[in-house]
């Protein structure tokens, strides 16, 4: 069992910047390539990036390309996500996931159904 806990979430005008965590517990947390996902309010849980169990490879959805970085700490059981130029469209509940996997390829792993543990969401707001 995979324990993960989001933080950092908040309001901020369009064009800020927020990071968001997820602290993992639970098992080791090297062998588990992270996910970012989030949901706005109507919508279906959408990929936003994820990260190789090394960090060495990241994947990220069109819509936030260039503006968000994912990153992850292992030895703090830690992953990141840096949200920069932040826009109204990114107001959504944004989740954490972990799967075991061991590969690099991580633009393989863009399904919410491919992830095995999520953390209980944090909400993201950004004003216009």
């Known amino acids: 069992q995979v324990q993960l806990v989001e933080s950092g979430g908040g309001l901020v005008q369009s064009g800020g910047s927020l990071r968001l965590s997820c602290a993992a517990s639970?098992?080791?947390?090297?062998?588990?390539?992270m996910g970012w996902f989030r949901q706005a309010p109507g919508k279906e849980r959408e990929f936003v990036a994820s990260?190789?169990?090394?960090?060495?490879?990241?994947a990220y959805s069109d819509s936030v390309k260039g503006r968000f970085i994912i990153s992850r700490d292992n030895a703090k059981n830690t992953v990141y996500l840096q949200m920069n130029s932040l826009k109204p469209e990114d107001t959504a509940v944004y989740y954490c996931?972990?799967?075991?996997?061991?590969?690099?390829?991580?633009?393989?792993?863009?399904?919410?159904?491919?992830?095995?543990?999520w953390g209980q969401g944090t909400q993201v707001t950004a004003s216009s």
């Open positions: 996931a972990v799967r075991y996997y061991l590969g690099e390829d991580v633009d393989r792993i863009r399904r919410s159904t491919q992830y095995d543990y």
């Open positions: 990260i190789s169990w090394t960090g060495s490879n990241t």
């Open positions: 639970g098992r080791t947390f090297r062998n588990y390539a």
